[in-house]
């Protein structure tokens, strides 16, 4: 747009389009989504099959962020609430009344050793799920992913 009374050329901000970018939040989520799936894919021979393609759905999904798709974020989402609900029904899962005596548990860090109560343990990964979720249902996450994108993961 031009002023013809100053001879200035100036553009309207509002319609300047801003380019979307990926999230601090979400890459840190990404990294550790991608460390955890590839360490499950190489303890595969431990594992069972099942958790071999949870390990690459993960990695798929992590594709899918990637490429914003927006399966990728209802992946994402589906995925942290899943974790939570998990974490959150754990306590309930691990009690066992006939093997009260088991006492705390006790973590090896190299040389660093240390014993830590059940209930801080299911205390952390109830935290860190409420983060995920957090960080898959923030806007700017959101604002990641394309508006008009079909579900088809394959596609681009």
């Given at each position: 747009?031009?002023d013809?009374?100053s001879?200035?050329?100036?553009?309207?901000?509002?319609?300047?389009?801003?380019?979307?970018?990926?999230?601090?939040?979400?890459?840190?989520?990404?990294?550790?989504?991608?460390?955890?799936?590839?360490?499950?894919l190489?303890?595969?021979?431990?594992?069972?099959?099942?958790?071999?393609?949870?390990?690459?759905?993960?990695?798929?999904?992590?594709?899918?962020?990637?490429?914003?798709?927006?399966?990728?974020?209802?992946?994402?989402?589906?995925?942290?609430?899943?974790?939570?609900?998990?974490y959150?029904?754990?306590?309930?899962?691990?009690?066992?009344?006939?093997?009260?005596?088991?006492?705390?548990?006790?973590?090896?860090?190299?040389?660093?050793?240390?014993?830590?109560?059940?209930?801080?343990?299911y205390?952390?990964?109830i935290?860190?799920?409420?983060?995920?979720?957090?960080?898959?249902?923030?806007?700017?996450?959101?604002?990641?992913?394309?508006?008009?994108?079909?579900?088809?993961?394959?596609?681009?």
């Amino acid at each position: 747009m031009t002023d013809i009374s100053s001879g200035s050329t100036h553009v309207d901000e509002a319609k300047i389009p801003v380019k979307p970018h990926l999230p601090k939040r979400l890459i840190g989520l990404m990294i550790i989504y991608t460390l955890a799936a590839i360490s499950g894919l190489m303890a595969v021979n431990s594992i069972s099959e099942l958790s071999a393609m949870l390990c690459i759905l993960t990695l798929m999904m992590i594709l899918a962020i990637i490429g914003r798709q927006k399966a990728g974020l209802y992946l994402l989402r589906v995925y942290c609430v899943l974790q939570l609900l998990l974490y959150s029904v754990l306590p309930i899962i691990m009690y066992d009344p006939d093997n009260l005596v088991a006492g705390p548990t006790t973590f090896d860090f190299g040389f660093f050793q240390t014993v830590v109560a059940d209930w801080v343990i299911y205390s952390v990964l109830i935290a860190l799920g409420i983060i995920q979720v957090w960080i898959s249902f923030n806007a700017k996450v959101k604002a990641w992913f394309k508006p008009r994108m079909n579900l088809n993961i394959m596609s681009s």
